[in-house]
């Protein structure tokens, strides 16, 4: 093994603009790796904070046996009544590493502003929650601006009494509804409407922030309920851009007639041991006697949008990857051939004198082996670089079924550092060897003469 | 079993050797069944025209190519039954080689040119590397290029230093494939006198390969080889 670095090094340096090229194929190869996984992680973790965090999906869903299914069809006999709900929470706090939990209701009807009706899809937990949400540090770190609601405070800072709601942009201007609660001034005496039609009601919807929500209650008769929007909400997707409400708990509950929730979700302070706790509160639920089913947040069945998101993006990633990868062994293939040709002499000399085969391929695959790894040291620093200029640039971009634009970060991964490096590092010993290889197989005397002529 | 006259085992040994090329319809016998001995600390030249078999000759003795037919003895080892790897070895530690276009590497000194055989060699113990590659030096009068890369040496010198690469391990044989064809005549003569000076000095065989005639009259033994037959 001895001199093997050596005499690789100095081949290196024997033709630097090869080497110069190669080497830089492969940094930038690199660095694309990493820029392309870094966004990829900024993506995910967006992707999996919201759903858990804001869509209030938890970490952990119960439902009641075939709830997911049939909880909005038949909440009455699909959906958790009051007792599940008490249930539930008992055995989940017997479990370490929650960190919050709480009812879920997931439901449909209508908001009216008086005038016109438009219909909704409502997201509601307990204030306590929506705050643990708000204040998170994952959500403050992930999603940053992004959850951030336009004009009032959160829902969670308002007394449920008065039916604190926040809608979406769209479903504001659908109702004519610019203010928020706290722009209202109090006592100011409510305006009748009179006609919908004329203009003076339409300034007159525009006065307040007073709606009514109406909706078919689980128990089939139809129910309606005051509430104040006190500040918009982003819906996050395009899907609910319009229809998207979020209110507390209790609200909800009235609205339905009901004691309990679609769902109930659990937050987990280390999400890394969702296994672990879902296995957990399997055991802890199924001494019971009632039967519930639990889903794991990245679950397709509960959270489709997420799922196939990332699938998309795995698909596109894997994809600029193998590129990156293919373009990279291509060059390495072609300087390592150059390589062997010009030294072809060399190498029925160094046959000849009595190195083996595997010495003098070795020979090369370490020489490439050291373009490799400082092309990957480049990389990083190239990565970095870039890495730094895009977060810098503020890029804003709107992806596909995210109703909001997102900035343009990249997170640095190490994960897609690593397998970089092995992809890279993989394609770069394949390429030299498979080159080396062929030329060491010939005749010793036939390497000699060619290099004659 | 041939013995030479002091009674040492030979250190080749050719029965019946024949390589045959084939281009296409031309089939080219570039060896006839030859049968060669060479004693030890013999100095050989082959002279013969070109075309006449002598790089052919000298690569299956070598070990760097193998025969159709007949039976390659060196050092009394039969060669046909060596795997690669064991035949890398026994150039190794046995042969050097003489290249007529010097073939050093061009990125290595003078001094890590004859290094390179050493690298490799497991029976020389690593301390001696460097005594060893100083004599060999001295040998061939490079001591003072030690540090020179190969393309600031003239052609004289770079034969010098392969030949120093080719003893720094103390092979048994030396072979060297018309070493001084790009040599002017009085470099030529030069590195025939250092060969010849280094042949009586450590006792190693040479074996070398010309189609110069004048060279005849300085060696011991000379075979001649004509359409891949020789006439000792
Ligand atoms: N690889 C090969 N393929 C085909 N024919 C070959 C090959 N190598 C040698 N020959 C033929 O074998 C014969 C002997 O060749 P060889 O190289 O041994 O001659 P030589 O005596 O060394 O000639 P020169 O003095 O020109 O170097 C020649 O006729 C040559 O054309
Ligand atoms: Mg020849």
Sequence with gaps: MRGLFKIALRNLMRSKRRTAATGMAIALGFAGFLIIGGFYERVARLLEVYTVYPLTSGHLQVYRRDGLRLAQITPTTHALDGEDLGIIKTAVQQMENVEFSGGRILGEGFVSNGCTMVPFIAIATEPRINRAIRDHPLVKRWLGTLMMVGKGRDIAAYDPVIGPIAITPGMGRMLSKDLVYDQVPTGRPLVPL??????????????????????????????????????????????????????????????????????????????????????????????????????????????????????????????????????????????????????????????????????????????????CLFALLAGVLLGTVGALIINHLNLAYEPPSIAVPLTIVIVPSWKSALAGTIIITGATLFASFSVARKACRQQITHILNQAHR | MQKDHAGLQPIVQLTGVSKTYRLGQTVVEALRTVDLTLARREFTAIIGPSGSGKSTLLSIIGCIDTPDRGRVLIDNIDTSRLSDNALSDLRNEKIGFIFQSFNLVPVLTVYENIELPLLINDTIARAEHHARIMTALRDVGMETYSTNLPDQLSGGQRQRVAIARALVQSPTLVLADEPTANLDSVNTHKIIDLMLDLNQKIGTSFLFSTHDEKLIDRVSRVIRIQDGSIST
């Design chain 1, 194 to 371: 009179g006609d919908c039609q004329s203009p003076a009601s339409r300034n007159a919807l525009a006065l307040d922030a007073n709606v009514q929500l109406v909706a078919a209650a689980w128990d089939g008769i139809f129910s309606t309920t005051d509430a104040e929007i006190v500040t918009r909400t982003a819906a996050g997707q395009t899907d609910l851009e319009n229809t998207l409400v979020v209110a507390p708990l209790s609200l909800l509950q009235s609205l339905y007639h009901t004691e309990g929730a679609t769902s109930y979700s659990v937050w987990l302070k280390d999400p890394s041991k969702l296994k672990q706790d879902l296995a957990l509160l399997q055991g802890l639920l199924q001494r019971t006697g009632r039967t519930y089913e639990i889903f794991q947040w990245d679950d397709e069945r509960i959270n489709p949008y997420y799922v196939g998101q990332m699938k998309f993006m795995a698909v596109l990633f894997t994809f600029l990857a193998g590129v990156a990868s293919l373009v990279i062994m291509f060059s390495i293939f072609n300087s390592a051939t150059i390589a062997v040709i010009e030294r072809t002499k060399e190498i029925g000399m160094f046959r000849a004198i009595g190195f083996r085969r595997a010495y003098v391929e070795r020979l090369f695959v370490v020489e490439f082996f050291l373009l």
